[in-house]
């Protein structure tokens, strides 16, 4: 088994909440599941933006080229 990320362990609550909620027999019940559903993979989108963030943001300074500061395109 591979390490699990925070995205993938809040989409798997999620998927838990929405199991529960199909078997829940009375109507606040299914709905107190299906907030708690909502919550996970709202928590799972995030996680996964911020962590696609992380790892745009070092590659986007390393990609940055150096200009020359009299000329505003860096060419002569």
């Not at 708690?36 to 993979?41: H, P």
């Given at each position: 088994?591979?390490?699990?990320?925070?995205?993938?362990?809040?989409?798997?609550r999620a998927a838990q909440f929405r199991r529960h909620a199909?078997?829940?027999?009375?109507?606040?019940?299914?709905?107190?599941?299906?907030?708690?559903?909502?919550?996970?993979?709202?928590?799972?989108?995030?996680?996964?933006?911020?962590?696609?963030?992380?790892?745009?943001?070092?590659?986007?300074?390393?990609?940055?080229?150096?200009?020359?500061?009299?000329?505003?395109?860096?060419?002569?």
């Amino acid at each position: 088994m591979g390490v699990v990320t925070t995205a993938q362990y809040h989409r798997d609550r999620a998927a838990q909440f929405r199991r529960h909620a199909e078997h829940a027999r009375l109507a606040e019940t299914r709905e107190m599941y299906l907030r708690l559903a909502s919550a996970e993979a709202a928590m799972a989108e995030l996680a996964e933006r911020r962590h696609r963030s992380e790892m745009v943001a070092p590659g986007q300074l390393a990609l940055q080229v150096p200009q020359d500061p009299k000329k505003p395109n860096g060419e002569g």
